[in-house]
């Protein structure tokens, strides 16, 4: 059974106690991950404690500053797809000022290149016009033929064009994490230690097959309502 019939049985079967609970849970499997992308060695239940309004001291006040960014976040998420909006460079870069203190108009002015990928990004003269081409492979028929596949595609796009100085794999991230909230799916993304995520990473770049970050998107998802069929035994109504 697919992701999108689990989350309609979910939403048949909704109560203020599943919707506190979903939306709690899965926010917090979004950041975590977003925030061991970043290098972070928070702690699960820390990153809870401090969505949850509390001060952790063994947690750094980046993290604290970090996950009350992602909070703030996701609710300007809500907003623009309550208006129904697509994503675009602009919306991308007013995400990206939100979460990272960047200037909206702030792209990549340097050259990295990811040695543990063994990948060199475009020249940063060529990011704004990379992103407007992904402007419009975002809403083209090629993208949407396949929910999974465009998201996985949206992923590697972001990491091959490298349109900030810093942070690509974080952003990368939050957009899917748009993409799952526009489709009515809850928060995710890539969950997974850093040198986990940086094979991953290799083997993409080795391949130019997006099946590893494909699968693992969806496994992502699939883990999470899976949780929350059985926390509220609704293992009945997939039958």
Not at 190 to 217: P, T, W
Request: proline share 3%; glycine share 4%.
């Amino acid at each position: 059974m697919d992701v999108f019939r689990k989350i309609d049985i979910i939403n048949v079967n909704r109560s203020l106690e599943l919707l506190e609970y979903a939306d709690e849970y899965t926010k917090l499997n979004f950041i975590y991950g977003a925030l061991l992308l970043s290098g972070s060695s928070i702690k699960k239940s820390e990153v809870l404690k401090i969505m949850r309004g509390d001060i952790v001291m063994g947690a750094s006040i980046r993290d604290h500053a970090k996950i009350e960014n992602y909070m703030v976040v996701l609710k300007h998420m809500n907003r623009l797809i309550e208006m129904d909006l697509e994503l675009e460079t602009r919306y991308i870069m007013e995400l990206s000022t939100m979460l990272f203190g960047i200037d909206k108009n702030d792209f990549r002015r340097s050259n990295p290149t990811f040695r543990e990928f063994s990948y060199t990004p475009p020249h940063f003269r060529e990011v704004e016009r990379l992103m407007k081409d992904l402007d419009r492979w975002i809403v083209s028929n090629e993208a949407n033929k396949d929910f999974f596949r465009k998201l996985s595609g949206l992923y590697l796009k972001i990491i091959e064009i490298c349109p900030l100085d810093e942070n690509n794999h974080e952003l990368a991230n939050m957009l899917i994490c748009y993409e799952f909230k526009k489709r009515g799916l809850p928060p995710s993304g890539i969950i997974m230690k850093m040198a986990d995520y940086e094979k991953l990473m290799k083997r993409y770049f080795i391949s130019k097959n997006q099946e590893g970050v494909y699968l693992h998107l969806y496994e992502m998802q699939e883990k999470q309502l899976d949780h929350i069929i059985e926390r509220f035994d609704l293992k009945k109504t997939l039958i």
